[in-house]
C-alpha cells in the first residue's frame, strides 16, 4: 500500500476518491511544506479527505489547484492566518498569489467548503494546537447550568470528558489528532 494510500484508509476515503484527493492533497501538501508547516498539512489533509467522503463528493467537479487553495484557506482561515500576530502568518492576497489563484476564486471556494461542512471560526477539527489551546472556549464545559473551565476540573474527570470526545485532549498534554 503507497503512503497516500495508507493515510487514506485511515480517513476512511473511498477508493473511487484516491486519484483526485491525492492529486488535490499533493498541491496543498506542498504548499504547506514551503510556506506554512506540518500542522497546516495535516489539517489540509483531514479537510479534503472530509470533502471527499462526502456524497457525491464535490471534489470531482473542479480544478483540482482551486480546490486545493479553498482547502488551505479554509484551514488559515479557521486559524486567523492572515492576521500578523500569528506564525506562520499570511494574508489572503499572498496566499492567493502562491498558490497561483485569483483571490476572489479561493475565497468562494474557501466559503462554499464552510458552508458544506459547517465549519466555524476556532473549529476545534482543523484548528491548530496553538489556537485550541489559547481559547477558552475550548475548555468551557457546562455543569447544573453553569460554565466551568474544564482545566479547573480534577484530572479524572479530565480525562473522562476526553474520553467522550467533549474536550480535544488533555490540557497540557500532547494532542494526538
Sequence with gaps: MTESAAWMTQYRVPKAEHEVLAEIVAIADAFCGEHLDDEYADLCRALAAKLARKKPSPLRRGDRR?????????VGWVNFLADPA????????????????????????????????????????????????????????????????????????????????????????????
Design 66 to 74: 482551486i480546490w486545493a487553495s479553498g482547502i488551505v484557506h479554509t
Design 86 to 177: 500569528q506564525r506562520p502568518h499570511l494574508r489572503s492576497e499572498q496566499l492567493a498569489e502562491l498558490l497561483a489563484v485569483k483571490q476572489t476564486t479561493m475565497g468562494n471556494k474557501g466559503a462554499l467548503i464552510r458552508d458544506l461542512l459547517g465549519i466555524r471560526r476556532f473549529d476545534p477539527e482543523f484548528s491548530r494546537r496553538e489556537m485550541i489551546e489559547k481559547s477558552p472556549f475550548t475548555w468551557l464545559i457546562e455543569i447544573n447550568g453553569l460554565p466551568v473551565d474544564a482545566r479547573w476540573l480534577p484530572e479524572q474527570s479530565q480525562r473522562a470528558l476526553v474520553e467522550a470526545g467533549i474536550l480535544p485532549f488533555m490540557p497540557g498534554e500532547g494532542a494526538d489528532r
